[in-house]
């Protein structure tokens, strides 16, 4: 088809910026980190983020169905000497599309004449829920539940067949790209044997290119156990697909498929994340392993759940990463971009079958943020409580907390936002039982509270509930600010009252265990409704944020990647 670019060259330039567009270094050639590898575990990275690469075609593939046509498109134009498709290109890979939500709260369409998909490409373009709905009614009563089960698990790319759907298994879809990536693992498997890191590899090459969910099963197990220098992941976590999220809003279809015993799955967004596991990093979080433990202890309502980790804690692993390559869903820069994870997700079968999970986390990704603007909006008494690396400590009891509390929750478009606002309950609510147990002083407590809510305060308000993570941030400050957690001093600076911000985040915590305990999705809205908010203050503090911070978007610089690209090449 033919695209229309939508951005003049004047807005192209702004957005493609300095200023504007942050770019992020990944691990690079020269580091000690790479230099000190062998030949060996090179050309095994060098498969590996081959690899890779193909998972990210695949995405692009999954994303938008004109994703590949418009990059053969501007590579073109760029051949031409068209400066406003060059332009446009650096935006589109750091952003991996067409569109995308910036900070100051505005939506890029990269083309005039392609809208934004419902739900990516996981469904036929012109499919509206309601149609969705009347056709699996249909199918219902034609019994067709085999049919059915597979349109609604989550590694299935749903097409039109008749006046009917059919779901198209991934590893079918996708063949050309998991065929190349699984035969890339296979070769980095066979330089690293008899070693978990080839055992993983192996079986993770195998569930690329063979349609049995036992082989995810058992190559996720191996990855969440792994512990190698060496770190690599095959990411698949649901974010993007409101069409399947639609029938949590439909009682009578759910009880059908109820009992048809259908379950139903949001689509795996793909991504793949290439980097080399940091030792001090990961000593540190092994050294810190309690923290979950003492997390779950003082989860609410613990006698209406089992808690998702045993008495000994070993089946949580977390890694510390130096990132080479973030690709496909994981290194989308949208308004932010991935810091850390937590792996596999509730709806896998290896954590439904034997509950391994691990935490893996992106030193880049947090080594660089934004501090200046700090001292424009914190008051000057609190200063010394804003500290980076309090913010990872942050993000640790964050991931944790996803492993903890109710599983096989279903509320529909509002799954992640209550999900992600546990998490964060999770970082929040329970510093004093982490002072009182040792693993952080209170004014280390008090230094995660500032600096993991600070930034909460952000440029705009979200565009859409489909901004998971940006809308609950939203409902945690207006919580915060009503229960006067947080106030302003006469210079109209922030000033915390720590002892109320864990006590409201344990409030809150109480009342999204209760809601995911519901499994409702009507709940849901109403307590998102009720908090999603923003206020008079969050508008004061936008303005400053705009004036003092100029960036829209980010962008990830991997040159370690694109290097090894050549290096297996030659």
């Not at 909006?377 to 944790?400: K, M, P, R, S």
Request: hydrophobic share 35%.
């Amino acid at each position: 088809m033919e695209f229309e670019l939508n951005l003049s060259l004047k807005e192209l330039k702004m957005r493609t910026s300095k200023i504007r567009l942050k770019r992020l270094k990944m691990l690079d050639t020269e580091s000690k980190e790479f230099q000190k590898l062998n030949e060996t575990q090179k050309q095994i990275l060098a498969h590996l983020v081959c690899a890779s690469k193909y998972i990210e075609i695949a995405y692009y593939r999954m994303e938008n169905k004109h994703n590949l046509e418009f990059q053969q498109y501007l590579k073109k134009e760029i051949e031409k000497g068209n400066e406003q498709a060059r332009l446009t290109s650096i935006l589109y890979y750091a952003q991996k599309s067409m569109f995308s939500p910036d900070n100051d709260g505005n939506f890029i369409e990269l083309v005039k004449n392609i809208k934004a998909p419902f739900a990516c490409n996981f469904y036929p373009q012109d499919l509206t829920v309601t149609e969705f709905h009347k056709i699996l009614n249909k199918m219902l009563d034609e019994n067709k539940v085999d049919e059915v089960q597979k349109i609604l698990t989550q590694h299935t790319i749903v097409e039109r067949k008749n006046d009917e759907l059919v779901g198209i298994e991934y590893v079918d879809y996708f063949k050309p790209e998991f065929s190349k990536a699984g035969k890339e693992l296979s070769q980095a498997s066979n330089l690293c044997p008899e070693t978990k890191l080839g055992e993983f590899l192996n079986y993770q090459a195998l569930a690329l290119t063979q349609n049995d969910q036992n082989l995810d099963c058992i190559a996720d197990t191996l990855w969440a156990k792994l512990d190698d220098k060496i770190e690599f992941t095959v990411v698949r976590e649901s974010y993007n697909d409101p069409m399947t999220e639609s029938l949590s809003n439909n009682q009578e279809l759910q009880e059908r498929l109820k009992q048809n015993d259908i379950k139903f799955y949001a689509k795996d967004t793909l991504g793949a994340r290439v980097g080399l596991v940091n030792e001090k990093g990961t000593k540190f979080l092994h050294e810190n392993k309690k923290i979950i433990s003492i997390i779950a202890k003082n989860m609410p309502d613990l006698d209406k759940f089992t808690q998702a980790i045993n008495e000994n804690n070993d089946k949580q692993n977390s890694v510390d990463v130096d990132i080479i390559y973030l690709a496909g869903g994981v290194g989308a820069c949208q308004c932010g971009v991935t810091e850390a994870e937590n792996l596999p997700n509730d709806d896998k079968l290896s954590f439904i079958t034997n509950g391994y999970r691990k935490n893996e986390y992106h030193r880049q990704i947090r080594k660089q943020r934004r501090t200046k603007v700090i001292n424009k909006i914190l008051c000057t008494e609190q200063l010394e409580y804003f500290n980076t690396e309090a913010d990872h400590w942050g993000v640790i009891c964050h991931e944790n907390t996803h492993t903890l509390g109710p599983k096989n929750v279903k509320l529909g478009q509002y799954t992640a936002i209550i999900e992600e606002n546990k998490a964060d309950m999770g970082a929040l609510a329970f510093t004093p039982e982490l002072q009182k147990a040792g693993i952080f002083t209170e004014h280390q407590c008090k230094q995660i509270l500032c600096s993991y809510l600070l930034p909460y305060f952000t440029k705009s308000k979200p565009h859409s509930l489909a901004q998971a993570h940006a809308v609950q941030r939203v409902m945690i400050m207006h919580k915060m600010l009503v229960g006067g957690a947080i106030t302003f001093n006469q210079e109209e600076k922030v000033v915390f009252d720590f002892p109320k911000v864990s006590n409201i985040a344990k409030e809150m915590m109480k009342e999204l265990i209760e809601i995911q305990l519901s499994n409702s999705s009507k709940k849901a809205e109403e307590y998102i409704n009720k908090h999603f908010i923003w206020t008079d203050d969050m508008e004061k503090m936008a303005v400053i944020l705009r004036k003092n911070s100029k960036v829209l978007n980010l962008a990830l610089i991997e040159n370690l990647k694109d290097y090894l690209l050549s290096y297996k090449a030659n």
